[in-house]
């Protein structure tokens, strides 16, 4: 059967560029992990580095708290974009924001606590505690950060901003990578890539 959809070319290059913008924030991510793995190695050494990767896991354990609140915003937002009446997704949308702030904020708390726990319990060496409390504050953050930017990233793809919303998310990414050189750097020096 012969496909009746034809996209002139202009709504073809608008999709390909959509499609880059897309991938940016996975692009990014990959990169930089190529770029860090190796410098983070040979400045936390492999004990530290292992402990970093710990707590990378509990970051990942802890999104699975996220409720769906998500779909939520996105498809409320959706519905409503360009309507007079809003029939109560104002409400809605407040609330989940609402609810992102107080999920992040408890989840980040008791990750942290099981982090350092968790750091505790491996009996690190001296210099390897030296750096726990900053990998574990440093973990909260990035945890709260997520759940907390996860409203305004729902909102644009609601409005579909899609664009928009991939080139701030690519623009975490690579600010959270930068935030990774500093507890890599020892105290009183800055990061270096030689």
């Not at 059967?1 to 002139?8: A, E, G, I, R, V």
């Not at 491996?122 to 505690?129: D, I, P, T």
């Not at 701030?168 to 990774?180: D, T």
Request: hydrophobic content about 50%; proline content about 5%.
């Amino acid at each position: 059967m012969k496909s009746t959809l034809t996209l002139d070319y202009s709504e073809r290059l608008r999709v390909l560029r959509d499609g880059a913008v897309n991938y940016a924030p996975v692009a990014s991510g990959s990169l930089l992990g190529i770029v860090l793995v190796p410098l983070m190695l040979k400045t936390l050494g492999q004990e530290a580095y292992g402990l970093w990767l710990s707590t990378l896991a509990l970051i990942g354990i802890a999104r699975l708290c996220e409720p769906g609140l998500s779909w939520i915003i996105i498809s409320e937002v959706a519905r409503w974009r360009g309507c007079q009446t809003k029939n109560g997704a104002q409400e809605l949308v407040t609330a989940a924001r609402d609810l992102y702030v107080i999920i992040g904020s408890v989840v980040s708390v008791i990750v942290c606590a099981l982090a350092f726990k968790l750091g505790t319990e491996l009996h690190l060496s001296a210099q390897a505690e030296g750096v726990l409390p900053y990998v574990c504050v440093l973990l909260a953050l990035s945890l709260f950060a997520d759940f907390v930017l996860a409203f305004p990233f729902s909102t644009l793809y609601g409005l579909r901003r899609f664009a928009f919303a991939n080139v701030f998310e690519a623009g975490m990414g690579l600010l959270r990578s930068a935030g990774m050189l500093f507890p890599a750097s020892p105290p009183g020096t800055a990061p270096s890539l030689s």
